[in-house]
């Protein structure tokens, strides 16, 4: 029996077929490190769906929100926000300096052209303090603050506090929360801090599960694990992770009255200096360590001056 003719353009139709658009796939390293930050920690989460479709109304608030910015936004904060605009919660996962901030003003924008409150909490009162003149720049005298020595505007609908402010709210005056629609949890890696992370656990555990939850890092290593319990423990919640760092990270020596760089922003090493371990050499030179040696005993082997404040600052801001 004759077999059956194969049509050479068919394996270039499958091709075609699996290939996906451009603007749907993600760079090749940054999800191969998803993937590695996922596969060590041991969490499978489900697959992403796809972005929600968008009502009038929500497409209208989000141009109205862009329109409040200088610059375009990126591609996480589009998806961030459009998942806020749906009801969604988010958790974001990105280095410092690439705009985190945004999503959670979205949160605010949300939550006060709703009508509704918003509740922005932070680990410190300095942070608090910032985000509570930074609001109030924005939206007046709706925003009030609650730290443990300063209540401000208790009544408000943009409430900014401690951490530790929402946990005892919770459990003393739960009613306080009554129209509350939206709480962001910034620097959300403090649930792994051995003295305070049951406050941030505490607080997403009794926090109602009809509000949306917006939670912010920028160097939280087990980001999936966290979103993992986050969606069991209250309401599920879409995990947004950006590795591209906007500001580039270098290590910088300061020796000889100068800055040296050791590591540069590709994260590879340019030099070594030798320089330290002054106890390990004793040690290997066969002489055993007897406690630290007088000035009159090494006077021809100074250390070098340790260079002041005042000289590091100047080299920064020459560099």
Not at 71 to 92: H, P
Not at 180 to 185: E, G, L, N, R, T
């Amino acid at each position: 029996m004759p077999g059956k003719a194969k049509n050479r353009d068919e394996p270039e139709k499958k091709k075609d077929k699996a290939r996906k658009p451009a603007q749907a796939r993600k760079p090749k390293k940054q999800a191969a490190a998803e993937a590695s930050m996922r596969a060590a920690h041991g969490v499978s989460l489900a697959k992403a769906p796809a972005l929600p479709e968008l009502s009038s109304q929500a497409s209208e608030l989000l141009a109205e929100f862009r329109a409040r910015y200088p610059f375009a936004l990126d591609d996480f904060q589009e998806e961030a926000i459009r998942r806020l605009a749906t009801g969604e919660s988010v958790m974001v996962a990105a280095p410092t300096g690439t705009g985190k901030t945004v999503v959670a003003e979205f949160g605010v924008f949300l939550a006060a052209r709703a009508g509704l409150k918003v509740m922005y909490t932070t680990p410190i009162k300095a942070l608090s303090n910032q985000k509570f003149r930074d609001l109030r720049a924005q939206y007046g005298n709706a925003v009030g603050l609650l730290t443990g020595d300063i209540i401000e505007n208790r009544e408000g609908s943009i409430i900014v506090m401690t951490t530790e402010v929402l946990r005892n709210m919770l459990l003393q005056t739960p009613s306080e929360l009554w129209g509350v629609s939206c709480i962001i949890f910034d620097e959300i890696h403090y649930l792994a801090d051995p003295e305070r992370g049951t406050t941030w656990e505490e607080s997403i555990i009794m926090c109602p599960e009809y509000i949306q939850l917006v939670c912010l890092s920028a160097t939280v290593t087990n980001a999936p694990e966290i979103a993992a319990w986050i969606s069991r423990t209250h309401r599920s919640i879409y995990l947004i992770t950006h590795l591209q760092r906007a500001v580039p990270l270098s290590l910088y020596y300061f020796l000889d009255e100068q800055l040296q760089q050791v590591i540069n922003a590709q994260g590879q090493q340019i030099v070594d200096f030798n320089v330290g371990g002054e106890i390990r050499k004793k040690m290997q030179g066969g002489s055993r360590y007897r406690g630290p040696t007088l000035e009159e005993d090494n006077r021809g082997k100074r250390e070098r001056p340790e260079p002041t404040p005042r000289e590091i600052v100047e080299s920064l801001e020459r560099a």
